[in-house]
């Protein structure tokens, strides 16, 4: 295989090992456009990527039971409740970008743009009842009866779920008829993704309606606190007061869908994967830091008994908590292996002398600033033992840097692109709810 010299450092071992040995690998320098051969090889290698990633993933199911499911599949798979997806995770996140790519070469740009800018569906994801219903009827409902059970007409209720069907959501079993599958299961109105989704669909896009308004708004522009993020400037609008978490408090009913959604975060992102990947028989007590109502401790509490916790954060979250752990660790509290103590992290330091001080999803609310004053408060309570876990979404460049650890196989996207999409859109969620931001290593490195 013939490689230029010059540029030779900047492939990565394993695309160059996906190449024929006829093929010139694509360039990393703009291509000589007289020469197809490069773009071919580049289309090529994304080929490879898909059918290894998928094999990869179809094996890490293989694993935890015996069948792999397809969107055909009307019931949960084992590895849909296992905490430990790393091995699954980075699969996918090599196919999702691959695919990505690959459609995004070969398509018409026009094409391309058009999918990109019409997301209609995401508003009324939450707000159809239609998950629950379908669930009762596993050879399908068709539309007619199905609207009536609703209240919504039939005409465009079909024309949302079709929407749905597009992303292998529901099945339409036969014109007009949809039955529900592995992946309208995950929106019934019991299962804490629900919460999650409701926030996407019904706060922040709401905030991200004037996003371009609060860039050109010359109060709201060039700052970076808090009180100037889109939400806050759509909430002043509607004549409230206060910052996002005023806001929370004031509202139990959102506040409550608030942290169920966070008890989702754990499956949605995989993050629960911390419990098989630290090493917790090293530590004795943990600190968590905003808490919620235990969407970590809890999991934690159950996979490593011998620890003792507490659990911090604001009154009002530490009353709902209570509750939440009498129902879904009771033994942990019986055993007073957890403690509940109020804290506002902006004023005071939280409990002094843990192990850990744990902060999952808690800098990622916060401009610089505030989350420097949250650090400087846990630092006062941290003594030469204390570990402090921040435990965030880890953004990068796009770009290829010769001077780092190269990360993606070329030729995805160094950062794995539209494989880890969802740090980057969390990146202008905080953004639009908190006018904060998702941190590279370094911008972590340079708070801490
Ligand atoms: C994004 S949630 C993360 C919750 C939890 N760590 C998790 O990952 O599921 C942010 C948390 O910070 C808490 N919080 C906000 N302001 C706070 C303050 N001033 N002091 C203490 N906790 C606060 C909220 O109540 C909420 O539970």
Redesign the pocket.
């Known amino acids: 295989m013939s490689m230029p010299p010059a540029h030779s450092r900047l492939y990565s071992r394993s695309f160059l090992s996906m190449l024929p040995d006829a093929i010139t690998p694509f360039p990393y320098l703009p291509p000589d456009a007289t020469d197809t051969r490069p773009l071919l090889a580049e289309l090529e290698a994304l080929l490879e990527i898909i059918n290894s990633s998928a094999r990869l993933a179809i094996t890490e199911y293989k694993k935890h039971g015996n069948n792999v499911p397809t969107i055909y599949s009307t019931e949960f798979h084992p590895l849909d409740f296992a905490t430990d997806t790393v091995a699954l995770k980075k699969a996918i996140r090599l196919l999702e970008d691959a695919c990505q790519q690959l459609c995004a070469s070969l398509a018409p740009p026009q094409h391309t743009l058009a999918n990109v800018s019409r997301v209609h569906h995401r508003q009324y994801v939450t707000q159809l009842t239609t998950h629950d219903i379908l669930e009762k009827y596993p050879s399908g409902s068709h539309i007619r009866e199905l609207s009536q059970t609703v209240g919504l007409e039939k005409g465009k209720l079909a024309r949302i779920l079709r929407v749905f069907a597009f992303k292998g959501c529901f099945i339409e079993v036969d014109t007009d008829v949809f039955a529900s599958n592995r992946l309208s299961l995950i929106m019934k109105s019991s299962n804490d993704c629900g919460c999650l989704t409701c926030i996407h669909a019904q706060d922040v896009s709401q905030g991200a309606g004037v996003l371009y308004e609060t860039l050109t708004e010359p109060e709201y522009a060039m700052s970076y606190e808090p009180d100037k993020a889109p939400m806050i400037y759509v909430l002043k609008r509607k004549g409230l007061k206060g910052s996002f ?1 005023d806001w929370m408090k004031a509202d139990a009913k959102r506040r409550e869908n608030y ?1 169920y959604a ?1 008890i989702a ?1 754990g499956p949605v992102m995989g993050s629960l994967s911390i419990l098989h990947h630290y090493p917790w028989n090293d530590v004795a007590t943990v600190c ?1 830091v ?3 109502v235990g ?2 401790s809890i999991p934690l509490s159950k996979a490593h008994p011998h620890l003792k916790i507490t659990d ?3 009154p009002e ?1 530490l009353e709902a908590a209570r509750s939440v752990w009498e129902k879904e660790a009771f033994e942990a509290l019986r055993e007073k292996r957890v403690e509940f103590l109020t ?4 004023k005071e330091a939280p409990v002094p002398g843990k192990d850990v001080y744990y902060l ?3 800098i990622h ?1 916060w401009p610089d600033a505030e989350a420097a004053v949250i650090l400087r408060n846990i630092s006062k309570a941290m003594e030469p033992h204390s570990r402090l876990l921040i435990h965030n979404y880890v953004i990068a460049g796009a770009n290829r840097r010769p001077d780092e650890e190269q990360r993606a196989p070329e030729p995805m996207l160094p950062n794995f692109g539209a494989g880890d999409s969802r740090k980057y859109r969390q990146d202008l969620n905080m953004w639009i709810l908190h006018n904060a931001k998702e941190r590279t290593v370094d911008d972590q490195i340079t708070l801490a």
């Open positions: 978490f942290h966070m975060l968590d905003g808490a919620s969407s970590v911090q954060d604001l979250v804290l506002d992290f902006f999952r999803h808690i609310d």
